[in-house]
C-alpha cells in the first residue's frame, strides 16, 4: 500500500506473569512491548502500510529492545527521539473467568512524558504522510506529551493529512475532568474518531438525547451521536461495542457512523488469550480498510475481525494477515491445521 | 483482625505435570505445597487473620521448603514439629474438559502420619485463640493423628475455643466405615460443620428423611440437616453445592444452616483452572466472615464466591481480597486490565 | 491382546509454537513424533496389543528420536528402515477460539518418499499378524510409497490378515483426481474403510442418491453407503462426524455401516487442547474395538470416545486406557481429583 | 539464638533475563526481590537468627510480593511501612566470561525513597534488639532515607545496640562527595564498619600511608587500617578481597582487622552463576558469627564461606545451612550427591 | 550385537531442581527415571546390546512412565512384574562449584522392596542371555531383593552366564557391616568385580598389603587387588579414579585388574552437568566392550570415556554412540558443528 | 555511519535443543534465524551500519519470521525475493566440555537454493552502496545461488563497490574439488578475503613454502600468504586462530596481512555458549572497523573481540555495542553489575 502512516504515543513495556498466575508467587515475568499508537503502527506495518512511528525511548538497552519490537515488523523508527530516565512500564495480571484482570503502572517520569517538540523534525516526519494517529492516552501522559500531540494534531490538519484520534480514556491517568480539558483542546482537528457513547457523555458532557430506548444500545446512536457530529464535524465515529461474559470471554462487534448511516458489524463470542490490544486492533483494522477506500461496511467488519482476533494472540499486537480476518468476518470456516 | 485461629493437618508436596501434560510423558512436574487444613491456614492469613499451623514436617529440605510456603503468606510456623521419615507427597494430573483428573497419593508414612502429642505444647498453641479448624483428612492420616485431633479439639472445647470441623472425605485414606467411627468420636466438639448431605447419610447413617423431594437438591436441607442439628447441635452446617459439567467447567454454590434458617449463595458458572484447594476456599471464606461477625447471608456469599476465585488460581491456595471476593458476589463486574 | 497389528507410514517430526503463540515471534517449537499410521500404531500400542511400525526413518539422531517415541510406549520397530536425506517435518501453529490452526508441511524428499520394497521382509513382518492398517497419506507421499504401500495391502490380503484403511485426504499432498487414481489401486483389499460421505462423493465419485433429505446428515447414509458397499464389499465403514465450533471447540460422534445397521455414538461437546491425532484416535479406537471382537456399537462408542479424549492431550498420539474411554462413554462422570 | 537483629533498606525488584540472555531480545525477565540490608536480613533469618526488616514497600501486589520473600524465609515485616509510588526495580543482564554484566536502575521515586520517620515506631522496632545493620546505600536512596538511617544508627547506639554499617558505594546513585558527606554523618555511631580499603581512601579520604608495599594487597592494612581505627573507633574493619578472572570466575577472600590484629580467610576459586548479593552475604556470615561470639578467625572465615557459596546460588540471598558453610572452610570436600 | 544382557534393579523417580536452583524455592523439578541397573540396561541397549531388564514397578501411572524410560531405548521391559505402593522417589539438588550436591531418599517401602521370586519366570527371563548386572544397591533395597538378586546370581551363575556386580555402596541405604554381610553372600558367584579400593578394605576387610607407598593410587593396586582376587577369583576387577576438583569439575579415569595385568585409561578434566549415572556408564561402557570381545585396553578406554561423557549429559543415562566413545578416547578431537 | 553494505546468503531457520540436551530426548527446539551473510548483516546493522540484505525467503509463515529477525535489528529486507517451497534449516546439538557439538543441515530444495537474478533489481540493490559481502556458503548451495553470487560480486567490482569474502568451507555442503572450482570463479573480484591457511592450501592448492617452521602457526603466513596474495592480489587477508580446548571453551584471536605487515590480536581464552556465528561476528567485527578507516591493528583487535564476544551469546547474532567490543580488547576488565 503506498499511503504512509505516522502514530504517535509512548512505546511501553509490559511485564506479565505466565500463564494464569498471579502477581504474588510468579517467579518470572514475560516480556512485551507496546502502548496504543505503538500497537496501531504495528498492526498496519503488519499489514503492510508504510508506517512511521513517534516516540521518545531511554537511551538504554530497554529502549532498544522496545523498538527493536516496532522495527521486527517493519515499522519505521528513524525519527524516534532517544533519552530521559526510563521507559514507562506497566505489569499486568491476565485475568481468567471469574477473576479479573488487573494492571499496575509505573510510567510516570517514563522517557516518553518528558517529550518536547525540539526533539523532532515535523515537516521530515510528516513527508509524504496520509494519515496521523493519536490516542488521548498520549494527551493524558504529561502536558509535554498533550503539548506535542496538539502541534502534531494542527501541523497535520494544515497539510491535509487525515487525523485519526482515539478517545482511550484512562481513568489511572487523568481525570474526567482532565481529559475533557485535554481532549477539547484536539477534538477540532479530528477526522476520525474512535470513541464509544460514554466518550460522549462523560467526557464531553454531551446528553444522550430524547427518544433513547435503552433496551439496544445502538438506540443510543440514533439520538447522541448526530448531536456530536454536529458539534465536531467528524468524517467517522467508530465504536466498539463489548459485552464482557467473563475475563476470558466477551461479545464483540463495532459499527461506524458516518454522519448519515450505521454500518454494523457481526457479533463474535471470543474466548480471551490477552485483551491487551483489541482495541488498537479496532482503530488498525478500521484505518486499514480505510486507507484502502474500501466501504463503509467493509471497514467495520475489518475492524471488528481484526479486533476479535486478536483476543487470541499473546502480546499487545495483532500480528494477522488480511486473509486471516477477512476469512473471519466473511464465515469461511476454520483450517483444521492439516 | 485481632482474632488468632489454629489449624492441623499435613502439609503436602504436590506434583503436577504442567499445562495439559498426562504422567506418562511429563518431563517436570510443577511444585506446589498445601494440605486442607495448610490451605485454610494460608487463605486466613492471606485475608490478614492472625494464623497459626500446627503439623509435623520431615526435618530436610523439602521440610524447609513446605514451612517455606506458609511463611511466606504470614503464617506461624513456630510450634510446626520436625521430624520422621519423609513429607507426604501426592501427584496430580490436572483434567481437561472430558478428560478427568488424577491423583496418586505417595504419603504413608509420612512425618506427620508419626504425629504425638509429645511434641507440642498445647496451651502455648491455644494461647488467645478464637477459633481451631481441623478436616476429617487429619483424622485419617494415621491413629496417631486422630488421636491428636481429638485432643486438639477435646481442648480447644474446654477453653472455649470454637471447633470447626470439614468432614472432607477421601476414599483413598479410609473406608466410610472407618470415616464413622474417627468422626463419631469426634462430632461432640464441633461447633461449624462443613459438610455435604451425602456426608450424614453414608459417614453419619442419618436418613434422608420423609418429604423430600429429589429434583431440587435444596429440598433434601428441610429433612435432613433438622436432623443432624439435633443429633449434634452444632452452630452451623455449611456445604457447597457443586455441578460438574466437566473437568474443566463447573456451576458453584454453596449454602448454610443455622438451625433454623437456610441462606443460599449466588451460583457461579467456573472456568477452572485449578481446582485443588477450592474445599478450602470455601471453608476459610466463611471463617473469615465468620471471625468478621458478619451476617449468614455474608458468610456463605464470601465463602462461595471465595471458593470459586480459587479454581481460576494455580496452585493450592486462594490468594485473594477481601475486595475481590466481594466485587465477584456483589456483581460489580470485570476490570479489564487497563 | 493377542492379535498382532501392522501399520505402514511416515513418521514426522512435529513442530509447534507452545501455548498459543504464532510461527512469527515464536522463540521456541515443542517437538513431538507422529504421523497418522505412526499414531495408530502407538494408541493400539499402548492399549496393550501387539504392533509392529513400517517406515523410513533417516540414519540420523532425529530418525532415532522418531523412534524412540514409537519404542516407548511398545511399538517393534525392529522392521524399520534407515537412510534418506532427512525426516519429514511439519510446523502446526495451534489455533484458539476464532483463531484457525495453520499447518506447513517440509516433507517432500523425505526418507519415506524414497522407500522400496527391497527395504523390507514382508513375509516377517507379517507373521502372526491379524490385522494390517494404512491411510491415504501414505499412498500419497511418493509414487514409491503408493506401489510399497498397494505391496502390503495385497499380500496381506492374500495372507487373510484383515486391511483397515483410512481415506485420510489431504489436499495439500495430492489433487483429488490423484487421489482418485491412488485410492482406487488398493479399494480392492479393504475390508474396514474410515472415510466420511465426502470422500466417497468426491474421491470415489458416487452420488449421493436419491431420497437424501440434507438436514440430517445420517440421512446421506441411507442412500450412499449402500452403494459404497456394493461396489468395493467392505466389511465396514465408519466414519466421525465433526461439528466444528471454533477452533477450539468441536462438536464430535461418530457412526459405523455394517452394511446392513448402521450404530452411531454419542455426541460430545470437547474444548480442544490439541486436534492433531484425533483421526488416527477414532481409527485406533475402533480397532481396538474390532480385534477385541465386541459389538458394532461398542465398536463406535470406543472409537467416538476415544477420539473425544485425543482433543484434550497434548501430542499427536491417544495415551488413554482403555478404563478412560469406557468410563467417557459409559458416562460414570468426572474424577475431581482427590 | 536468641539475639534479634534489625536491618533499615530499600526491598527492590530484580528482573532479569533467564540464562544468557541479553536484554535486547529476552522474551522473560526472571523475577526476584532483594536489596542489600533486605538480603542480610534474609540471609541472617535463614540462619535461624530472629530478624526484622524496616522497609516502606508500596501497597500494591508487588509489595504484597517482595515481602513474602522476606516472610518465606522468617524475617519479621510487622513494622514495615506500605505506600509510595512504586517499588524500586533494576534490571540485571548476567554477564558471562569475557561479557560483563549490565544492571540498569529504575529506582528513582521509589516508595522507599518518600521513607519519613513518622511511619516507624522506633523503640518497639528495638524492643530486645541487639544488632542493627544498614547500608550506604540506603543513605544514598534520598534525604529522607538518609535522615531516616542517621536516627535509626543514633537510637541504636544509644540503646546500646551494636552498629553495623557497609559502605556499599554505588556510584550510579551518588557522586563520591555525597557520598563522603552521608557516610561522614553516620560513622559516629557504626561498631562494625564493612568496607574496602578504596572506600577509605576515595571516600573518607585517608592516604594509603608510607611503608606501603604494593605488590600484596595486605600490605596495605598495614599502614591505611590503624589511621582510620584511630579516627573512626570502630570494633572492627572487615573486607573481601575479589579477583575478578572473569564474568563467571573470580577469586574471593576476605579479612578481618580488629584494631590489632588482622585475620585472614581462606582464598577461592569460585565459578560464578550469580554474584548478586555476595556481599551482603560476607556481611551476614559475619554478622552471624559474631552473633554467635565466635572467634575473630572463625568470624572471617565464615563470612567469606558465606559469601563464596552465593556466587552459586541463583537470586539475591544466600539460601545456606550452617554445615554448608562451615564444611566449605574446613575443607571437608563435596558430598557427590547419592 | 547378538549377546543378551540382563540386569536386576529397582527403577527410581528422580526429582530435581532445573538449572541450578536449590531445592528451597524451587516451583518445579524434572523428572528423570533410573536407578544404577536401570541405567545399565539402557545404557547397553543404546549401543545396541539385546537387554531385559527386572524390576518391579507400582501399578500406576508413574510406574507406566518409569517403564516407558526404559522401552524407549529398547530395553525389553517383559518380564518386568507390577504392583506394590509406590514408585522409589528421589530428590536430587545438583551442586555447582564450592556448593555440594543434595540428595534426598524416598524409597523406603518402595514397590520394588516387596519383590518377590514368585513374580518372575526366571528360566526364561534368562533364555539366550549372556550376562546378568546387578549391584550393591540392589542388594541394599530390602531382605526382599537382596534374596531375590542372590537366586537370579546363583541361576546365572548355574547356567553358565557371566555375572557382573558393581559394588555400588551408599551409606543411606545400609551400613559397612551390613553391606558387608550381603555382599559377601554374593560375591561367590561374581566374574566382574566393579569396585574401588577402599570397598575392598572397608567393606571386605582385606588389608592394603605392605609395600604399598601412598602416593600413587595406582600404587595400591599392587598390593591390595591380587590378595582380592586370591580370595574370590573374579576375572575382572574394574575400578574407576574421581578426583573431585569441585562439584562441577572432576578428574576422572578408570583401570581394570585381570589378576596378571593393569590397563590403565587416559585421564579426563570433565566439566559437570550431571554426574549421576556416571559409574553406570562406566559399567555398561566395560560390560558393552566386553561382550565385543575387546582388548582389556579398548575396554577400559571405553568405559572411562562413555563414564567422561555421561557428566555431560542431563539425566542419568548414557545416551552416546559407540563412536561417540572412541572419538574421545582416540582423542580425535571435536567437531565445531557445522 | 554513513557507508552502505550489502550482504548475499541464505537465510536459516536454526533448531536446537535447550540448555545442555540431546536430540534424541529433547521435548522443546530453540528457534534462531541465521545463516552466515545473514548474520554479517544484522551484526553490522546493529552497530549501526545501514545494511541491505538479499536473499529469497518462502512466502511463508516461517520465512515472515526469519526476516522479522533481520528487520528487528534494522536490517533493509526491502529487496528480499519471496518463494520456493521451504525455508533452509539446520538442527544444532551444542556441545558442552568432552561432548562435541552436531548438526544436521535440512537446506536442500531450500527456498534460497533457487534463486535467480531474474527476482532481483541489482542496480537499484546497490545504489549507494560502498561494500559486498559474500560467503563460500553461498557458492555452495546451489548452481544458481553460486551464479547468482558471481554476478553481485562482478557487478560490484564494476561499480567500484569493495567485495568481501569469507571462504567458510563447509564439508557438508561441497566437496573440496568443487569448492576450488566456485571459489575460483569469484576471487578475481575480491578485495577482502577471510581465510585460513587450509583454506589456501586445501582449496587453492597454494603450498604452504619452504622455510616454515611448525611450531607457531603465526609463522607460516611468512610463507605462504605473499604467494597468495601474489597470485589474487586482495587487499586484506584476515583470519582467526582457534584453539579447541574443549567445546565449552577455545583460545581464541586474529590476524591481518595487508600484502607488507601482520597485524596480531590478543588471545582470549574464552567459555562458550554458543560459537555459532563467531567466524561471521570475527567478519562483521573486520567490516565494521574497515568502514571506518581505523588501523589495521585496531580493525583485527575489534574483529576478534567481536567474534570472542559472540561466543557467550546465544544465538546466531553478535548483539553487542562498539563499546563493549572496545572496553574487552583495551582490557578495561569487567563491570560486575551494580
Redesign the interface.
Known amino acids: 500500500m503506498k499511503k504512509k502512516v505516522v502514530t504517535l504515543g509512548e512505546i511501553l513495556l509490559r ?1 506479565s506473569p ?14 512485551n512491548y507496546g502502548g496504543a499508537e505503538i500497537n496501531v503502527a504495528v498492526d498496519l506495518a503488519n499489514l503492510g502500510v508504510d508506517t512511521r512511528l513517534v516516540t521518545k525511548a531511554p537511551a ?3 529502549g ?2 522496545a523498538l ?2 516496532a ?4 515499522v519505521d523508527t528513524s525519527f524516534v527521539a532517544r533519552g530521559g ?2 521507559i514507562g ?1 506497566y ?14 503502572y ?1 510510567r ?2 517514563s522517557a516518553f512524558s518528558t517529550v518536547s517538540k525540539d526533539e523532532f523534525d515535523i515537516d521530515a516526519i510528516f513527508e509524504g504522510v496520509s494519515l496521523f494517529h493519536v490516542s488521548g492516552i498520549t494527551l493524558a501522559v504529561s502536558p509535554e506529551a498533550l503539548e506535542l500531540a496538539e502541534l502534531f494534531m494542527k501541523t497535520a490538519k494544515e497539510k491535509g493529512i487525515t487525523v485519526s484520534f482515539d478517545f482511550n480514556y ?1 481513568s ?1 491517568m487523568w481525570s474526567l475532568k482532565d481529559a475533557s480539558i485535554g481532549i477539547e483542546r484536539v477534538l477540532k482537528y479530528v477526522d476520525i474518531a474512535f470513541a464509544g457513547y460514554l466518550d460522549f457523555i462523560n467526557i464531553l458532557g454531551i446528553p444522550m438525547g430524547e427518544g433513547y430506548i435503552g433496551e439496544n444500545i445502538l438506540g443510543c446512536y440514533k439520538t447522541l451521536y448526530p448531536k456530536v457530529m454536529e458539534k465536531y464535524n467528524f468524517k467517522y465515529i467508530v465504536s466498539s461495542v463489548r459485552n ?1 461474559v ?3 470471554k466477551n461479545l464483540y462487534s463495532g459499527f461506524v457512523f458516518n454522519g448519515k448511516d450505521i454500518e454494523i458489524s457481526k457479533e ?1 463470542e ?4 490477552d ?2 490490544g483489541s482495541g488498537d486492533a479496532f482503530t488498525s483494522g478500521f484505518l486499514y480498510a480505510f486507507l484502502a477506500d474500501s466501504t463503509d461496511n467493509y471497514k467495520i467488519e475489518f475492524a471488528a475481525a481484526s479486533a ?2 486478536k ?5 499487545d499486537t495483532n ?1 494477522v494477515t488480511k486473509d ?1 480476518v477477512e ?2 468476518f466473511k464465515g469461511i ?6
Not at 522495527?71 to 517493519?74: E, I, L, N, P
Not at 483476543?311 to 502480546?315: A, K
Not at 470456516?333 to 492439516?338: A, I, S
Open positions: 511485564l505466565p500463564g494464569n498466575q498471579r502477581f504474588i508467587n510468579s517467579t518470572s515475568f514475560e516480556v538504554n538497552e530497554l532498544d529492545a527493536r519490537h522495527k521486527s515488523y517493519g530516565e526510563k512500564t505489569f499486568l495480571e491476565t485475568g481468567f473467568s471469574v477473576r479479573s484482570s488487573k494492571v499496575l509505573d510516570k517520569y484512562r489511572k464482557v467473563s475475563a476470558s463474535y471470543v474466548d480471551i488469550i485483551r491487551v476479535v482476533l483476543h487470541t494472540i499473546p502480546g500480528i486471516e476469512k473471519l470456516g476454520y483450517d483444521v491445521g492439516r
